[in-house]
């Protein structure tokens, strides 16, 4: 006969092996997880803690990622550049997100002096402008600008800060500018302009680079910071080529109506330049015209 007290050691037998399976089998829980098991102190559940990414990118750039648990501070890199002010990471959050983030950043160059591209054609003068931005006080500078030898500047025409100094090097076509003495507030200004003739014999659809370079520069209290240059660029186009393709075609007519009807287009695809035809400020039928004369005459 079964007594009672071998119907209960049965059951304890059997609830201990069930529980003593379950504890090494693979538990799965809600925002856990579990440790590995040991038969002598047993196994423990601890949180589970999820890791988003964040991808710090810098003037189009990738500057470096970072993986950060969710709900956590965010602590982002301070990048530097020698001669530059960082912008901060734009729309960077204090805590970390349930999501991988992306934030974006710059660098500003604390002194900048660049020139912009002109268009032209042979046998004209163009204007050539020169440019400074900075964000500090600045007391003197230096840099150079060097020209191709078939193009000349006319620095007797020129049109400057009267704080600036230009002066010949002993290399053709090469030359010295300079603020000595004087002090420059920050901002974004035009330091100069200066005129340049272009030859006849120059070929169209080429460019001419404008070099500045050896540039130096000094803040008010007497620090040295580098000079970011961007050289100018003089490209020169035949009169009518209004698409700047090279040649002078049907396809420059034809441009040139669709910029009359149309309006506004992107200097890429309607050179203004090189397609007032007769010089007269304007844009319109007349310069159509032109072009087909400038066919006829080829």
Not at 109 to 136: A, D, F, H, Q, W
Not at 230 to 252: F, H, P, S
Request: proline share 6%.
């Amino acid at each position: 006969m079964i007594r009672l007290k071998h119907i209960f050691s049965l059951f304890l037998l059997v609830v201990l092996g069930s529980q003593a399976m379950l504890a090494q089998s693979d538990i799965e829980m809600t925002d856990s997880t579990s440790t590995d098991w040991n038969e002598d102190v047993g196994g423990d559940f601890v949180p589970n803690m999820p890791y988003y990414e964040i991808i710090y990118i810098i003037d189009e750039v990738e500057y470096m990622r970072d993986s950060v648990i969710k709900g956590a501070p965010i602590v982002p890199p301070v990048p530097a550049m020698e001669g530059c002010a960082f912008s901060g990471w734009q729309n960077l959050p204090v805590l970390m997100p349930a999501a991988n983030i992306v934030v974006y950043g710059t660098f500003t160059p604390k002194c900048r002096i660049y020139s912009m591209p002109v268009v032209t054609i042979p046998g004209r003068t163009v204007t050539i402008p020169v440019y400074l931005e900075n964000i500090e006080m600045i007391s003197n500078f230096n840099f150079r600008m060097s020209f191709p030898k078939n193009i000349t500047p006319d620095w007797e025409a020129l049109n400057m800060n009267d704080k600036i100094i230009v002066s010949k090097t002993n290399v053709d076509s090469v030359f010295s500018i300079s603020l000595v003495g004087n002090t420059l507030s920050p901002g974004e200004i035009m330091l100069f302009s200066v005129d340049a003739s272009v030859p006849e014999y120059i070929p169209v659809a080429s460019r001419h680079v404008i070099k500045i370079d050896q540039a130096t520069a000094t803040v008010t209290e007497g620090t040295s910071i580098p000079i970011f240059t961007e050289d100018g660029m003089i490209r020169v186009y035949q009169l009518g080529d209004t698409n700047g393709d090279g040649e002078v075609n049907i396809t420059d007519r034809v441009n040139m109506i669709n910029y009359i009807m149309v309006g506004e287009a992107d200097n890429d695809t309607f050179i203004k330049e090189v397609s007032d035809i007769n010089g007269d400020g304007e844009f319109n039928i007349t310069d159509g015209v032109g072009i087909v004369e400038i066919l006829l005459n080829e």
